[in-house]
């Protein structure tokens, strides 16, 4: 691999990948088999290992990919651990080298991500946020919608294996951009949940259907993504498995829409309404169910708040 300090390689041989949960596999898996790359992963499960290696990825350290990959993708489940990942003891920052990259997959905070992008700078490293939108079908599909946030040089480099996984790829600024535009993306998708959760309560109550009501949406202007996803599949039936993207996922995601509002000096009012349904809906033993699972909190009645010590 031929590469200049601070820029991005011309040819990765060894891609690197820490993270194989329920979007993490299917990433790997897809980039192994259709990458073109040795692939070297490390998860602290060892099940997913063992399946993926069935697609020719072998099993690594931490250390191991920091020694060995030219690029290196993180998905992680919160930004607490991508931090821990990059700059704890023996993280990639330290043990990396001048011209390897680094790309977040996971949903990070807009200020971390901005402060990793400078720390890797510093080092001649370059980082890239590229947070995966779209649901566990379209990642074992491979169909995912990915923003990037990249110089544009990384990006040109990084985008032909982000399409191995991704079949919407998207140049969105600088780092962190990637990030703003997740966080806003699940901001706006939950605020539109929340919504249906609250039409469907208020419509039950009232004595209308509500397969009735959803299909009257879906055929005026409350159509929507969220409306034919979470809405006919799992908060009509009020069906909401733990093998999905949970309610304490969704919630810290909102967090960190709050976080950056605030950042920017905007009062998310509906952000922050939301946030505190999915409190009450982890109050009540929902936050491992999938995230429309909120809707709980107003088919079943909200959870006791705690009483204040004045």
Same mark, same amino acid.
């Given at each position: 691999?031929?590469?200049?300090?601070? &820029?991005?390689?011309?040819?990765?041989?060894?891609?690197?990948?820490?993270?194989?949960?329920?979007?993490?596999?299917?990433?790997?898996?897809?980039?192994?088999?259709?990458?073109?790359?040795?692939?070297?992963?490390?998860?602290?499960?060892?099940?997913?290992?063992?399946?993926?290696?069935?697609?020719?990825?072998?099993?690594?350290? *931490?250390?191991?990919? !920091?020694?060995?990959?030219?690029?290196?993708?993180? &998905?992680?489940? &919160?930004?607490?651990?991508?931090?821990?990942?990059?700059?704890?003891?023996?993280?990639?920052?330290?043990?990396?080298?001048?011209?390897?990259?680094?790309?977040?997959?996971?949903?990070?905070?807009?200020?971390?991500?901005?402060?990793?992008?400078?720390?890797?700078?510093?080092?001649?490293?370059?980082?890239?946020?590229?947070?995966?939108?779209?649901?566990?079908?379209?990642?074992?599909?491979?169909?995912?919608?990915?923003?990037?946030?990249?110089?544009?040089?990384?990006?040109?480099?990084?985008?032909?294996?982000?399409?191995?996984?991704?079949?919407?790829?998207?140049?969105?600024?600088?780092?962190?951009?990637?990030?703003?535009?997740? %966080?806003?993306?699940?901001?706006?998708?939950?605020?539109?949940?929340?919504?249906?959760?609250?039409?469907?309560? %208020?419509?039950?109550?009232?004595?209308? @259907?509500?397969?009735?009501?959803?299909?009257?949406?879906?055929?005026? !202007?409350?159509? !929507?993504?969220?409306?034919?996803?979470?809405?006919?599949?799992?908060?009509?039936?009020?069906?909401?498995?733990?093998?999905?993207?949970?309610? &304490?996922?969704?919630?810290? @995601?909102?967090?960190?829409?709050?976080?950056?509002?605030?950042?920017?000096?905007?009062?998310?009012?509906?952000?922050?309404?939301?946030?505190?349904?999915? @409190?009450?809906? *982890?109050?009540?033993?929902?936050?491992?169910?999938?995230?429309?699972? *909120? !809707?709980?909190?107003?088919?079943?009645?909200?959870?006791?708040?705690?009483?204040? @010590?004045?």
């Amino acid at each position: 691999m031929t590469t200049a300090a601070g &820029s991005a390689p011309q040819t990765f041989r060894v891609a690197g990948f820490i993270g194989c949960g329920v979007m993490g596999e299917p990433i790997c898996r897809h980039l192994a088999t259709r990458g073109g790359l040795r692939v070297i992963a490390f998860d602290l499960d060892p099940a997913p290992l063992a399946r993926l290696a069935a697609h020719g990825v072998t099993a690594a350290t *931490i250390a191991q990919i !920091s020694a060995e990959a030219d690029i290196i993708f993180l &998905s992680l489940p &919160s930004g607490a651990v991508v931090r821990d990942v990059i700059l704890g003891d023996g993280g990639l920052l330290a043990a990396g080298r001048p011209g390897q990259v680094v790309v977040d997959l996971s949903t990070s905070p807009f200020d971390l991500t901005t402060e990793l992008a400078q720390r890797f700078a510093e080092r001649a490293m370059l980082f890239a946020d590229a947070p995966v939108m779209r649901t566990r079908a379209a990642a074992e599909a491979g169909t995912l919608a990915v923003p990037v946030g990249a110089d544009p040089q990384l990006f040109a480099a990084i985008e032909p294996l982000v399409k191995t996984f991704a079949s919407d790829v998207m140049h969105v600024g600088k780092p962190g951009c990637g990030q703003v535009t997740k %966080i806003l993306n699940n901001m706006v998708v939950y605020e539109t949940v929340l919504a249906l959760c609250e039409a469907r309560a %208020i419509g039950v109550r009232a004595g209308v @259907d509500p397969k009735t009501l959803f299909e009257a949406f879906a055929t005026g !202007s409350a159509d !929507s993504f969220a409306l034919r996803n979470q809405g006919f599949k799992a908060i009509l039936p009020q069906e909401f498995p733990e093998r999905a993207f949970p309610v &304490s996922y969704a919630r810290k @995601d909102l967090s960190y829409a709050v976080a950056l509002a605030e950042q920017v000096g905007i009062d998310a009012t509906g952000a922050k309404n939301l946030v505190a349904t999915f @409190d009450e809906a *982890i109050a009540s033993g929902w936050g491992d169910k999938y995230g429309p699972a *909120i !809707s709980l909190v107003f088919e079943r009645g909200h959870a006791p708040r705690q009483e204040r @010590d004045d």
